[in-house]
């Protein structure tokens, strides 16, 4: 069997890479320059671990001891400015790649928070942190609405579940085991809501009726 933390590492590393490429993509579309790519291909793929790993508070995050994360986010930088990852293959690649990112990172996220002794319910939090939170911090840089907020396909959600199986398979001590579940568990439910378009109710909230005075007044008896 392998080593989980050999493996729970080598996930990580895959998805500060395939965020960061996304950083890149998204640093295109507005036009950036290099420095504006490289700074977004590092709040994607790695804002989301070191948000986890403050909370965790077991020691500095593992970003910034460890060369290999920030290596991985400027290598993911430097190839999506200087390839134009656009068109028709990069409109079929992008979301499997998005999707594989975040089952990835949900896995992760849930794993690390049980290494330090916390439990399911903060592993799963803390899984969802990990998936979405350097997307989230990458919107807010660029003063948009994150998407995960809302007027998108399912995506916290998806994180949610992944990390859910990755508790569950931890915690009958399958660690491998739950991380490859988890990751095609949280992939799978994200590739399903995109190309079936599922998204969560908007919060219209209830509205109480109005009360009708015609129904409350008496009505007026036509004169003779």
Not at 69 to 93: K, M, N, P, Q, S
Not at 117 to 134: D, K, R, S, Y
Not at 143 to 163: E, H, K, M, Q
Request: one cysteine or more; hydrophobic letters at 55%; a positive charge.
């Amino acid at each position: 069997m392998l080593d989980p933390d050999v493996v729970i590492r080598l996930l990580d590393l895959a998805g500060v890479f395939f965020n960061a490429i996304l950083g890149g993509v998204v640093a295109r579309e507005h036009r950036l320059d290099p420095i504006g790519f490289a700074v977004l291909a590092v709040l994607s793929g790695l804002g989301g671990g070191i948000i986890r790993d403050t909370l965790l508070q077991a020691g500095p995050p593992v970003a910034f001891v460890d060369n290999s994360y920030v290596l991985t986010a400027l290598v993911g930088a430097a190839i999506a400015f200087a390839i134009r990852l656009e068109g028709r293959v990069w409109d079929r690649a992008f979301p499997p790649i998005d999707a594989l990112a975040l089952g990835v990172w949900a896995a992760v996220g849930a794993q690390k928070t049980l290494g330090v002794g916390l439990g399911p319910i903060a592993a799963i939090i803390l899984g969802v942190v990990t998936a979405v939170g350097g997307g989230f911090v990458r919107d807010m840089v660029l003063r948009r609405v994150p998407t995960i907020l809302g007027g998108s396909t399912l995506y916290a959600t998806c994180a949610l579940a992944a990390a859910g199986v990755a508790v569950a398979f931890t915690a009958a001590g399958l660690t491998t085991i739950g991380s490859f579940a988890a990751t095609v568990v949280g992939a799978g439910l994200c590739l399903l809501a995109r190309y079936r378009g599922w998204v969560l109710p908007a919060g219209t909230g209830w509205r109480p009726p109005r009360p009708s005075f015609r129904r409350i007044l008496p009505r007026r008896r036509k004169s003779a």
